[in-house]
């Protein structure tokens, strides 16, 4: 069975950076989709970066771009996400999800992945 366990949360000031981090246990996430999506209290799930494919695809939403670095370690099984120049509205619980199964339509839509961490939080204070 794959567990996903996120860890790097924390509060932080406004500019500041977090890495977070997604390590499986159970089976490696291999060049299978990987995906980061946040929460913020009152709001819908949304999506926020992927990883993908042997060649290192990776996909962003349009609010993170250039702030926000998503990567991977395929020996450690484990996948970050750089957060810089962070903002309040980034505060939310980051979970990050797998999709086991191997094929996938697109990254944005959290229906693509079936294996879900616990989350972290992440507070940005300004």
């Known amino acids: 069975q794959v567990q996903l366990v996120e860890s790097g949360g924390g509060s932080v000031q406004a500019g500041g950076s977090l890495r977070l981090s997604c390590a499986a246990s159970?089976?490696?996430?291999?060049?299978?989709?990987v995906g980061w999506f946040r929460q913020a209290p009152g709001k819908e799930r949304e999506f926020v970066a992927a990883?993908?494919?042997?060649?290192?695809?990776?996909t962003y939403a349009e609010s993170v771009k250039g702030r926000f670095t998503i990567s991977r370690d395929i020996a450690k099984s484990t996948v970050y996400l750089q957060m810089n120049s962070l903002q309040s509205e980034d505060t939310a619980v980051y979970y990050c999800?797998?999709?086991?199964?191997?094929?996938?339509?697109?990254?944005?839509?959290?229906?693509?992945?079936?294996?879900w961490g616990q989350g972290t939080q992440v507070t940005v204070s300004s």
């Open positions: 990883i993908r494919g042997r060649f290192v695809r990776t």
């Open positions: 999800a797998f999709n086991t199964k191997g094929t996938i339509q697109s990254a944005f839509n959290d229906y693509e992945y079936d294996r």
């Open positions: 159970g089976r490696s996430f291999g060049a299978n989709a």
